[in-house]
């Protein structure tokens, strides 16, 4: 008896291949004609200047053709894999069911994870410098000091500021990149005419840009959703206009030169009596200062840090929070929704005037082109890839986004395979691209998908992050 | 009788116009202290567009909406308010607030007029007891000192905390979620979201709770559990309540009285025995035999 059922199923799944196959060439001759069509016109024909500076059209069908038959082999192997997994859940009686899988996952394992991950991650951070200079001695770490280990971070401080605005309070923000650039004049135009020190500059720039931030908010309170975003890209855009234009003050593209650097409360970094070598009476090397620079946007990064953990179990996170919930609600309950937004404003403008004025002294030149939309972008790209509203995620997001931007740098390895005509770089954007796309089919709410609770009575329980909000703009 | 004898909500003359659109037309009813009042009417007869206006959502057109928060003002104090250009005055019977004058933050912080919603607006992400702690937002706020002392971390702001979740914890006792703190509001189930819209409501610390259809999708027993929260409300925090109804067991057994609304026109206001038996509540809500279209539109003056 049971021989019999065994044997009905089997041919029942045989013939079930091959209906499924059929089914799977049917859908994958359609994406490759699909991709056919799409390069026809840009892969197939492409237009040469030849030797006499004339237009030549060449013909490539055998490229376009390859590609078809790609993606006709991928979309039949997708759609088979598919289709035998749905079988073998189908057989076993348990369908599949991915959101509740995913929704599953959230446990306390993994919040105890995110917690360690916190620790350890400082520690090392303290600790990279030095370490690396021990090994790669001073001229080999300055890359990974200098470009990893300074440049991630001051995208993790822009990350965790915009974080206060777009993953806490929900309002989306498309030109946060102006109060990088406020913090960055700021202190690069009060230390060249005034000669103040970057001690002294360091929380005019954050006042200044939180001060920009509320300017911003005022007109930007009754929007919403996309004109929001529109309004605040504009905004990013006015400043590096006005960068650009007002060249009395700025001296527009040619930017700001010469800006003093910082100094550890008064001892230069440099090779002189006084200076930092001498004073603690060890060798002098440039890389001190890049030692020092890291330290200290560690330590700005913490503190951005502390402060949001803290705002967020405090009545004024709980707000924003609960704004990105649900704004009405908000004003039922006495929360007076116009300054609530303007604090986030504010102070994610404020952590953002901190990174600024820390760029300017790092690169002791700014001008109108480090603050491109492209910054905006990167920025909220780190910010939505973590996760919004976790803090370890945007972390972990800056350290992916931009970490992984310098890494792409480094694919000379793959000429080894590919022969020296080809070029790694080119290929940056490509990988980026399937990164993302990557991103959005396995993490649509980024690394850290759930969301922590700011109180609890008994027991800390992270909340699943399809039932948060992402805010209405 | 006491929204006559004692009223501590005041609606004179209140219109509502959107464009060309009457919602509410010249109404006039008032809310007694420590009664239960329902607004009831077919569905659009501007139930809703009341509650918006009295909570400040909405800016009235005309009229005026005046709260005595601790006793009954007097005439002339609420005339003299009126043609001050101010929304509050204190005094000599207590505090006096023209909601028509105020916005809708502050008609919850210093009117303490709390509302819930016909579709549940909680904070689903968040946890059962953050939503009660936002809702007690503006006295923390004050206790962390707009933040900054709060960012230190200063022994009256924890003090207050700590009260602040026991205020939560009470009204979690009250309906029944103690066990369910710490999960995401947006899990409960539909009933207990309900009860927990109140209880956020509740911690606003109200003189007067308005609430939209609260026993709307509520089964036979957790509409009675509705009623008796709804009475331990009124008897129990001096909090007067005004709800929108359309389930008639619970506007008839817990109500103290009734205001009924049809096309923006108030048609009956009474105690339940009342408008239970006013023929023009009967007619708005059961239509009457076609023979007797004309008699009852005489009687009611169409």
């Known amino acids: 008896m049971a021989t019999v059922e065994t044997l009905e199923s089997t041919t029942r799944t045989g013939s079930d291949i091959g209906t499924r196959a059929a089914a799977a060439a049917r859908d994958a001759a359609f994406a490759g004609v699909v991709t056919l069509g799409l390069c026809f016109p840009i892969v197939a024909l492409r237009a040469e200047q030849d030797m006499s500076n004339q237009l030549v059209l060449q013909q490539r069908w055998s490229w376009a053709i390859i590609a078809a038959l790609l993606v006709f082999a991928a979309r039949f192997g997708v759609v088979m894999i598919r289709g035998q997994m749905a079988a073998r859940a189908a057989a076993t009686g348990f369908p599949v069911a991915a959101p509740a899988r995913a929704a599953k996952a959230p446990s306390r394992i993994r919040a105890a994870i995110t917690r360690y991950i916190g620790i350890i991650g400082v520690a090392v951070l303290f600790l990279f410098p030095i370490v690396t200079n021990y090994y790669l001695g001073s001229s080999g770490s300055l890359k990974w000091i200098n470009n990893y280990g300074v440049q991630i971070l001051i995208y993790v401080m822009l990350g965790w500021g915009l974080n206060i605005v777009v993953g806490l309070a929900g309002l989306l923000d498309l030109g946060y990149v102006a109060f990088y650039a406020v913090g960055a004049y700021s202190y690069a135009l009060l230390s060249t005419t005034l000669g103040l020190s970057f001690w002294l500059c360091l929380p005019l720039a954050g006042l200044l840009a939180a001060l920009w931030g509320v300017i911003l908010g005022f007109p930007v309170l009754r929007l919403r959703g996309d004109y929001l975003a529109i309004v605040t890209l504009a905004f990013g855009e006015i400043i590096r206009m006005i960068l650009i234009n007002f060249t009395d003050l700025t001296n527009g593209y040619a930017g700001i030169t010469e800006i003093p650097k910082a100094t550890l409360f008064g001892i230069p970094f440099t090779d002189t009596p006084g200076g930092f070598a001498s004073v603690f009476g060890i060798e002098y090397s440039p890389i001190q200062r890049t030692i020092f620079l890291f330290y200290l946007i560690l330590c700005m990064a913490l503190l951005t840090n502390f402060v ?116 790694p770089a080119q290929y940056r954007m490509l990988i980026f691209g399937f990164g993302m796309v990557a991103m959005m089919i396995w993490r649509p709410r980024g690394i850290i998908q759930t969301r922590e609770p700011s109180i609890f009575l008994k027991e800390r329980k992270s909340v699943s992050g399809s039932l948060v909000k992402e805010g209405h703009g | 009788m006491r929204w006559k004898t004692d009223p501590l909500l005041v609606v004179e003359h209140l219109s509502m116009r959107f464009g060309g659109l009457v919602a509410v037309n010249d109404l ?36 005026r909406l005046s709260l005595a928060r601790q006793g009954k003002a007097a005439q002339h104090d609420v005339d003299a308010l009126t043609l001050s250009s101010k929304r509050h005055q204190a005094t000599s019977s207590g505090d006096l607030y023209l909601l028509e004058r105020m916005p809708d933050h502050e008609i919850s912080w210093k009117a303490r007029v709390a509302r819930t919603f016909q579709n549940i607006r909680l904070f689903q992400g968040m946890t059962v007891l953050e939503n009660l702690m936002v809702a007690q937002h503006n006295t923390l706020m004050i206790a962390s000192g707009f933040t900054i002392l709060g960012l230190f971390g200063v022994p009256s702001y924890r003090a207050k905390e700590r009260q602040a979740i026991e205020k939560a914890k009470f009204w979690l006792d009250q309906i029944g979620l103690t066990d369910r703190a710490d999960d995401p509001a947006g899990e409960l189930p539909y009933g207990a979201q309900r009860r927990l819209e109140i209880a956020r409501a ?56 009734v205001v009924v609304l049809d096309y923006g026109i108030k048609i009956s206001d009474g105690t339940p025995g009342e408008v239970r038996n006013d023929q023009r509540v009967i007619a708005a809500y059961l239509g009457v035999d076609d023979e007797e279209v004309e008699k009852v539109e005489a009687e009611i003056g169409v």
């Open chain 2, 28 to 63: 006039s009813f008032a809310v007694g202290r420590g009664d239960i009042t329902a607004l009831i009417g077919p569905n659009g007869a501007g139930k809703t567009t009341v509650f918006n206006c009295v909570t400040g959502f909405y800016k009235p057109t005309e009229g």
């Open chain 1, 308 to 423: 949001t953990i803290r705002l967020r179990r405090l009545p004024m996170g709980r707000a924003w929070e609960a704004l990105r919930e649900d704004e009405i609600a908000c004003r039922s309950l006495g929360i007076n929704t116009v300054t609530t937004k303007l604090t986030a404003f504010a102070l994610g403008a404020m952590f953002a005037g901190f990174a600024g004025s820390f760029f300017a002294v790092r690169q002791g030149f700014v001008s109108p082109e480090s603050f491109t939309f492209i910054e905006s972008a990167t920025i909220l790209a780190i910010v939505v890839l973590g996760g919004m509203g976790s803090q370890i995620g945007v972390a972990l997001a800056a350290v992916v986004m931009i970490g992984g931007t310098e890494l792409r740098r480094e694919l000379d390895w793959t000429k080894q395979i590919f022969g020296d005509s080809f070029d």
């Open chain 2, 202 to 257: 509740m911690c606003t610390e109200p003189v007067m709770l308005c609430l939209d259809e609260p026993a709307a999708g509520l089964n036979p027993k957790e509409s009675a559990d509705l009623n008796s929260l709804l009475r331990k409300i009124r008897s129990e925090h001096d909090t007067s309540v005004l709800l929108i109804e359309h389930d008639m067991s619970v506007v008839m057994e817990i109500s103290d009285h």
